[in-house]
Nanobody, 119 residues
Framework: QAQVVESGGGLVQPGGSLGLSCAAS????????MAWYCQAAGKQRELVAR???????DYVDSVKGRFTISRDNAKNTVYLRMNSLNAADTATYYC?????????????WGQGTQVTVSS
């Protein structure tokens, strides 16, 4: 059964760092663009960072210079390194796998992992 599973969330103090991981199984990982989304309480889910199957990355402006997305195709895993965290980063973070052609378009979502930035 194809799935993506996040890990690594938790409580961190303002200014601290945290790393998230997302392990994919049951998919041809190299044929997927991988992304991290976040959803804060009462807000819509939004894109945080994305990495294509070719390794190109893009970030939402609010995390540029602080967050780094990377992938290891040998381990079927995508990572999100988060530095200089602040309260506005508090959210549930979701991993997304989006298929690229010639695969039929499809999205897989993880169950989410909570990140709380608080002193």
């Amino acid at each position: 059964q194809a799935q993506v599973v996040e890990s690594g969330g938790g409580l961190v103090q303002p200014g601290g760092s945290l790393g998230l991981s997302c392990a994919a199984s049951g998919i041809i990982f190299r044929m997927y663009t991988m992304a991290w989304y976040c959803q804060a309480a009462g807000k819509q889910r939004e894109l945080v960072a994305r990495i294509t199957n070719g390794g190109n990355t893009d970030y939402v402006d609010s995390v540029k210079g602080r967050f780094t997305i990377s992938r290891d195709n040998a381990k079927n895993t995508v990572y999100l390194r988060m530095n200089s965290l602040n309260a506005a980063d508090t959210a549930t973070y979701y991993c997304n796998a989006h298929s690229v052609p010639p695969l039929l378009e499809y999205d897989y979502w993880g169950q989410g992992t909570q990140v709380t930035v608080s002193s």
